[in-house]
Nanobody, 115 residues
Framework: QVQLVESGGGSVQPGGALRLSCTTP????????MDWYRQAPGKQRELVAT???????NYADSVKGRFTISRDNAKNTVYLQMSSLKFEDTAVYYC?????????WGQGTQVTVSS
């Protein structure tokens, strides 16, 4: 069973920045579509950013221009650089790897934006 591992979460003030990391033991990160999701308390999990096998990226409108997804194939790691953080970015952030019907998830990392 593949288990992705997220890290880099924490508490930050509005306007601050964090970089989340997702390592993928057992799979090659450049062979999967990699997503970052988030789930705020009482809300459904939502897709935040995607990077395809070819390197194309897509973002939710709510984070466009503030978040950047990237991939380091040598380190088998996907990143989510988050800047200009807002209160509404507070959530548990999850990494997902997908290839056809195969999906792997991580356990999540908490991001809290508060003053």
């Amino acid at each position: 069973q593949v288990q992705l591992v997220e890290s880099g979460g924490g508490s930050v003030q509005p306007g601050g920045a964090l970089r989340l990391s997702c390592t993928t033991p057992g799979i090659a990160v450049n062979g999967y579509v990699m997503d970052w999701y988030r789930q705020a308390p009482g809300k459904q999990r939502e897709l935040v950013a995607t990077i395809t096998v070819g390197g194309s990226t897509n973002y939710a409108d709510s984070v466009k221009g503030r978040f950047t997804i990237s991939r380091d194939n040598a380190k088998n790691t996907v990143y989510l650089q988050m800047s200009s953080l807002k209160f509404e970015d507070t959530a548990v952030y999850y990494c997902k790897a997908r290839l056809g019907a195969v999906h792997y998830w991580g356990q999540g990392t908490q991001v809290t934006v508060s003053s």
